[in-house]
């Protein structure tokens, strides 16, 4: 069975501070996908990144930044001098080949201005 | 181009009452999804739909929702009867393709409360 776990229920910080969000995953397949999106307050969930798991190679995007570690099951977020308008959910999802994405409970996060 | 568009937003209704929502997934999809996203938790797919046939029903709670997606175009999941459980937001997707590496975008969800 596949799991995603984001221990960080809410996390607040003052603007311009960088944030990690965690996410920890656990599937016993060698071959499958992992994903952040973001749920602003509209509802929408926005994807932001989509990694498989032969590529542990770290990205970067602009002020966001992606760590996988298969080591230690984990694909962290991180958020360079945050701002006001990266307040959202953001969820950590994993799937196998085409099935369905299993979704972690999502980080609530506040950037305080 | 435009969004996956859903309706209505919001709903009140009484448990055993029934209850229909609609989405207009991005001209060109072919494949579209129901997720139900419970308060304090993440999304979770209801079904997927591939044109106008089922891929996955598996976690579709047969006894009491419906989908259906006539035309492989627009779609409507439809609950009857109600339960307090049910009160959720219930987003639609659409993705070119149901393969993984075709990006799912979201419409706004209607969030549904059941008194």
């Known amino acids: 069975a596949q799991k995603v776990t984001q221990a960080q229920t809410e996390i607040s910080v003052v603007e311009k501070e960088d944030v990690t969000l965690d996410c920890v995953y656990e599937?016993?397949?060698?071959?499958?996908?992992l994903f952040w999106y973001k749920q602003p307050p509209s509802g929408e969930l926005v994807f932001l990144i989509r990694?498989?798991?032969?590529?542990?190679q770290n990205e970067i995007s602009g002020r966001y930044s992606w760590n996988f570690q298969k080591s230690t099951s984990s694909f962290n977020f991180t958020i360079t001098a945050s701002q006001v308008v990266d307040s959202a959910v953001y969820f950590c999802?994993?799937?196998?080949?085409?099935?369905?994405?299993?979704f972690g409970t999502g980080t609530r996060l506040t950037i305080i201005p | 181009e435009a969004g996956v568009a859903q309706s209505p937003r919001y709903k009140i209704i009484e448990k055993r009452q029934s209850v229909a929502f609609w989405c207009n997934p991005i001209?060109?999809?072919?494949?579209l999804y129901w997720y139900q996203q419970i308060l304090g938790q993440g999304p979770k797919l209801l079904i997927q739909?591939?044109?106008?046939?089922?891929?996955?029903d598996s976690q579709l709670p047969k006894d009491r929702f419906s989908a259906e997606r006539l035309k492989g175009v627009d779609s409507t999941l439809k609950i009857q009867p109600a339960k307090l459980e049910d009160s959720a937001v219930y987003l639609c997707?659409?993705?070119?393709?149901?393969?993984?590496?075709?990006?799912?975008?979201f419409g706004p969800g209607t969030r549904l409360t059941v008194l």
């Open positions: 997707a659409s993705s070119l393709a149901g393969t993984v590496f075709n990006e799912q975008f």
């Open positions: 599937t016993r397949d060698t071959t499958y996908y």
């Open positions: 990694r498989n798991s032969f590529d542990e």
């Open positions: 999802a994993l799937k196998k080949g085409n099935e369905k994405l299993t």
């Open positions: 001209s060109g999809h072919a494949t």
């Open positions: 739909f591939q044109n106008n046939g089922v891929v996955d």
